[in-house]
T-cell receptor
Framework: GENVEQHPSTLSVQEGDSAVIKCTYS??????FPWYKQELGKGPQLIID?????GEKKDQRIAVTLNKTAKHFSLHITETQPEDSAVYFC??????????FGTGTSLTVIP | NAGVTQTPKFRILKIGQSMTLQCTQD?????MYWYRQDPGMGLKLIYY???????DKGEVPNGYNVSRSTTEDFPLRLELAAPSQTSVYFC????????????FGPGTRLTVT
């Protein structure tokens, strides 16, 4: 099956700086790559996603890039704010059936 | 819309007991999923369903059973609970017709002692 690796496991940044989280996947058939934000005691919430026919997608301060050849994708958060502090997960899926998640990145934004 | 609801929020089971985790969605989504999340780990798919009457195994199905008799409900059954099933369980749903966006419930924290 698919194997998704995520780095780093923890990340601390100063407020206003950028944060980058990286994931790699193993199955070239994967075609959908979502990113989730999970706050303490809550379920994951989708923040951005990208399909394999697109190289980059941006939504305000959040962007995701995908390199299909190298099988990796990254989450970029610019102008970080304290409310961005949470655990972030990447995932990979083939056609929305099975989803394989990374192990998460705990992001702390220091005011 | 309430979205995806799960009950109970917390539960403590003794080894060998059984229980059902309830999941309901009111968004008329055809796809539903059950995940478990262990400390410091990502989510692992237990079972999923692409519509009423259709279920399939995910990565970690052993020790669990599911059914999907209606579009709204997707209960997860634990038979003969074991300490290895101590985890946080999340239910999710998605419309899936052109959109794979998953909506997650708030989770059930289960401890087996």
């Amino acid at each position: 099956g698919e194997n998704v690796e995520q780095h780093p496991s923890t990340l601390s940044v100063q407020e206003g700086d950028s944060a980058v989280i990286k994931c790699t996947y193993s199955d070239s058939a994967s075609n959908y790559f979502p990113w989730y934000k999970q706050e303490l005691g809550k379920g994951p919430q989708l923040i951005i996603d990208i399909r394999s026919n697109v190289g980059e997608k941006k939504d305000q301060r959040i962007a995701v890039t995908l390199n299909k050849t190298a099988k990796h994708f990254s989450l970029h958060i610019t102008e970080t704010q304290p409310e961005d502090s949470a655990v972030y997960f990447c995932a990979a899926s083939t056609s929305g059936n099975q989803f394989y998640f990374g192990t998460g990145t705990s992001l702390t934004v220091i005011p | 819309n309430a979205g995806v609801t799960q009950t109970p929020k917390f539960r403590i089971l003794k080894i060998g007991q059984s229980m059902t985790l309830q999941c309901t969605q009111d968004m008329n989504h055809n796809y539903m999923y059950w995940y478990r999340q262990d400390p410091g780990m990502g989510l692992k798919l237990i079972y999923y369903s692409v519509g009423a009457g259709i279920t399939d195994k995910g990565e970690v199905p052993n020790g669990y059973n599911v059914s999907r008799s209606t579009t709204e409900d997707f209960p997860l059954r634990l038979e003969l609970a074991a300490p290895s099933q101590t985890s946080v369980y999340f239910c999710a749903s998605s419309y899936s017709m052109g959109s794979y966006e998953q909506y997650f419930g708030p989770g059930t924290r289960l401890t087996v002692t």
